[in-house]
């Protein structure tokens, strides 16, 4: 089933990203410990050692926003390239949207970061969701559509993933960000690329009139 059916298809495709950040803002709105939090911090915590955070500060540093505007910088030269403009408006809106609609819900859910860990590099403003999370896991997904009907479709979901999970441990690891705040990222990234998907993608092509 093509990424463009399941749009059109079925709200289902929202479904369960919605369900789980709905259920984590509840939870952070409400001051409630996330049952796996304290858990994963306490198993990531115990893995730290100077070379592996060493590693995970280059990872931490692929998802933020140097990073993540390269790669859309890089991305729109190929797409204007090859004339595929709805593909390139699919990109920006998609991934600097997530960006930017993670930064608002930060201000609106105002959770201080996580004391439970040291923190191994300097991070200001608030946690929920985690922006390097959402802006990777963006990118991830972008990526992934526009290669979905080709050959390369199975490497982009892995190598895609990989790097979604490594920039959202590498968070965790550093002690800036409850691992909630990183899924809260994947859930933002999922239905907001997805909206913007809909949008262009499923709307019928505009013709010209006949001169």
Not at 88 to 115: C, M, N, Y
């Amino acid at each position: 089933m093509s990424p463009r059916f399941a749009l059109k298809s079925s709200g289902l495709v929202y479904l369960i990203p919605l369900t789980i950040l709905t259920s984590l803002a509840a939870s952070v709105v409400m001051h409630r410990t996330i049952f796996f939090d304290v858990p994963m911090m306490q198993f990531i915590g115990g893995l730290r050692a100077p070379s592996l955070t060493k590693v995970l500060e280059h990872v931490t540093s692929l998802g933020g926003t140097a990073a993540i505007l390269a790669a859309v910088a890089g991305l729109a030269a190929v797409l204007i390239f090859k004339r595929k403009h709805r593909e390139l408006i699919f990109v920006a809106a998609g991934v600097l949207g997530a960006g930017l609609l993670s930064a608002l819900l930060k201000l609106i859910f105002a959770r201080e970061r996580p004391a439970y860990l040291a923190h191994l590099v300097a991070e200001g403003g608030y946690s929920f969701p985690s922006g390097h999370g959402t802006a990777s896991s963006a990118l991830a997904i972008a990526c992934l559509f526009l290669l979905w009907n080709t050959r390369w479709r199975w490497i982009a979901l892995g190598v895609g993933s990989a790097y979604a999970l490594a920039v959202g441990a590498s968070r965790v690891y550093l002690g800036v960000h409850y691992p909630s705040d990183v899924v809260a990222g994947w859930c933002v990234s999922c239905l907001w690329v997805g909206i913007v998907a809909y949008w262009i993608f499923t709307r019928p092509h505009r013709t010209s009139p006949s001169p």
